[in-house]
């Protein structure tokens, strides 16, 4: 079984770049049948898909995020990362990081991290 854990500040002032880790206790993350996925649930709202980047290390983000979102990782830790610049409070939510197969579907998801944008 794969656990995803996300970490990173839980508070974060308007204006700065908002940073996440997501932790993959096991398997690759260049296993050519998986993609590594971001996705948030603002308060009160649904869920919004924000990135992915897969197992050529290309990258496909929410166009209304595409410019202030960059998703990377390390293979050497498993572990891939969200970087969303210039955050106000509307980025205030639960950040949740996960494994997508291509073509089953979401498999594993962490269990989420809150994140608050306020000065």
């Known amino acids: 079984q794969v656990q995803l854990q996300e970490s990173g500040p839980g508070l974060v002032k308007p204006s700065q770049t908002l940073s996440l880790t997501c932790t993959v206790s096991s398997g690759s993350l260049t296993n050519n049948d998986y993609y590594w996925s971001w996705i948030r649930q603002p308060p009160g709202k649904g869920l919004e898909w924000i990135g992915y980047i897969n197992y050529r290390y290309s990258t496909y983000y929410s166009p209304p995020l595409r410019s202030r979102t960059s998703i990377s990782w390390d293979t050497s830790r498993n572990q891939f990362t969200l970087q969303l610049k210039s955050v106000t409070p509307e980025d205030t939510a639960v950040y949740y990081c996960?494994?997508?197969?291509?073509?089953?579907?979401?498999?594993?998801w962490g269990q989420g991290t809150q994140v608050t944008v306020s000065s």
């Open positions: 996960g494994r997508v197969h291509y073509g089953l579907g979401a498999d594993y």
